[in-house]
Nanobody, 124 residues
């Protein structure tokens, strides 16, 4: 069964950090672009960051550029999202998903195999 599982979410104060993990089961991640997305209540799902299959290219939404870092460990079938300097507006459910190419790196429409999501709440 092809599955992505996100973890690492939680409650953190503004200015704090979290590291999210996206682990694949039933397939290997090394052929795929992996994207991180988030969805806040009442809002559309938006692209946060993505990384090419080799890890050589990374893309970030303007809202997180300079604060978030995406990385991947293909040997462990895992992609990470390091989130620093968190803000209340980062509060959302975060999802990872796969795409065959990097052509539209932050467009959720080209992604598949969505995980169940992990909740990130930034609040004092």
């Amino acid at each position: 069964q092809v599955q992505l599982v996100e973890s690492g979410g939680g409650l953190v104060q503004p200015g704090g950090s979290l590291r999210l993990s996206c682990v694949a089961s039933g397939f290997t991640l090394d052929r795929y672009v992996i994207g991180w997305f988030r969805q806040a209540p009442g809002k559309q799902r938006e692209g946060v960051s993505s990384i090419s299959s080799s890890g050589g290219s990374a893309y970030y939404a303007d809202s997180v550029n300079g604060r978030f870092t995406i990385s991947r460990d293909n040997a462990h079938n895992t992609v990470y999202l390091q989130m620093d300097s968190l803000k209340p507006e980062d509060t959302a459910v975060y999802y990872c998903a796969t795409a065959p190419t990097i052509i539209m790196p932050l467009n959720p429409r080209v992604y598949r195999n969505w995980g169940q999501g992990t909740q990130v709440t930034v609040s004092s």
